[in-house]
């Protein structure tokens, strides 16, 4: 079965860095693309960013491009987001996602918590 598991939350300082990592198994993880999609306390979910299914292409959205990296390693299974520069508005959980065939995402993670705070 799918399984997607991330990492590498905690408690980080404004201005700090973190890495999330996200495993998955159960799939051909090279064939698809995959997202980060946070969730921050009272609000809806807001899509962070994209990878392609080899890596080569990658997509942010305007509130963390410039300071967050998505990254993939195939051989691995493993998913990365690189996470600098943090501030108090990227507290959130952070999913990985799985892209389905059709359009969305058909498996998602249980999500790492990530707070900025001083």
């Known amino acids: 079965q799918v399984q997607l598991v991330e990492s590498g939350g905690g408690l980080v300082q404004p201005g700090g860095s973190l890495r999330l990592s996200c495993a998955a198994s159960g799939f051909t993880f090279s064939s698809y693309a995959m997202s980060w999609v946070r969730q921050a306390p009272g609000k809806g979910l807001e899509w962070v960013s994209d990878v392609n299914s080899g890596g080569g292409s990658t997509y942010y959205g305007d509130s963390v491009k410039g300071r967050f990296t998505v990254s993939r390693d195939n051989a691995k299974n493993t998913l990365y987001l690189q996470m600098n520069s943090l501030k108090p508005e990227d507290t959130a959980v952070y999913y990985c996602?799985?892209?389905?065939?059709?359009?969305?995402?058909?498996?998602w993670g249980q999500g790492t918590q990530v707070t900025v705070s001083s």
């Open positions: 996602a799985k892209e389905g065939t059709g359009a969305g995402y058909d498996y």
